[in-house]
């Protein structure tokens, strides 16, 4: 059974301590990090990946609906909220977060969650879809519709039906969520879509130009030159 990585964000030391340990008595949940603001939490997500965040709604610089407001709140990660104030409790679950811990929750509360959220977490292994936003709109992209993957700091370019949108996450952290059967890396600033590649062109030194579909190029590494021939191997 795979182990569920989760992040700790909440701006009280104590009550960083105390989940983490209540997190280490269980089995099935890594704790990958903690943060003690939005800010960082901000970092914390794009640099761990993790599955599932704990995330406190009062912080200092950003909230815990700020930080859910920058990351999408669709999919990966998901999230649990946990907080002193109940009066948050609808809109937690209109930007559908798992659950909502009312502090101070005891042992038993946290494994009840837990034991809701672990299925969920689970059963959606790789992400399907992404959520962009452009010009004031909200947008869903399907993943098989994504031709391939670029980064730009730390923010991605998802280059989908001859548009590029910018999302708000590294590339080490994207790669993560994505099915390594459908998605492989070339270079270390992009991911390609297998299904999207129409022709491989050999250049020196085992580097690749990728011809997509789209008719978009881009050139693969000698690093990653075998894992993309493996890939796209029928």
């Given amino acids: 059974m795979s182990r569920v990585r989760a992040l700790i964000v909440d701006d009280e030391p104590l009550a960083r ?3 983490q340990r209540l ?20 970092k914390k997500i794009a640099a761990l990946a993790p599955d599932l965040i704990f995330l406190d709604i009062q912080m200092p610089i950003l909230g815990g609906f700020d930080v859910l407001g920058e990351i999408g709140g669709s999919g990966r990660p998901f999230v649990i909220f946990t907080t002193a104030h109940a009066q948050y409790a609808l809109r937690a679950f209109e930007v559908h977060a798992i659950d909502y811990l009312l502090k ?9 969650s837990l034991d809701r959220a672990l299925p969920m977490i689970r059963g959606s292994e790789w992400t399907t879809r992404f959520m962009v936003k452009s010009g004031g709109r909200i947008m869903f992209l399907r993943a098989d519709e994504v031709t391939s993957i ?4 730390n923010y991605v370019y998802l280059h989908c039906n001859g548009a590029s949108h910018l999302v708000r996450t590294s590339l080490k952290a994207l790669e993560m ?8 890396r070339v270079h270390r600033s992009a991911i390609v879509n297998v299904a999207a590649v129409a022709e491989l062109l050999p250049r020196d030194h085992g580097e690749f130009e990728i011809v997509l579909r789209d008719g978009s190029r881009l050139t693969s590494s000698r690093t990653y030159g075998e894992q993309l021939r493996a890939a796209v191997r029928p």
């Fill in 17 to 19: 301590t105390r989940l």
């Fill in 23 to 42: 997190l280490r008595q269980r089995g099935d949940v890594d704790v990958v990090g903690s943060a003690s603001d939005g800010d960082e939490a901000l």
């Fill in 104 to 112: 101070p929750f005891d042992e038993t509360r946290l494994n009840e």
């Fill in 150 to 153: 670029t980064s730009a700091d």
């Fill in 177 to 184: 969520t994505l099915d390594p059967k459908r998605f492989v």
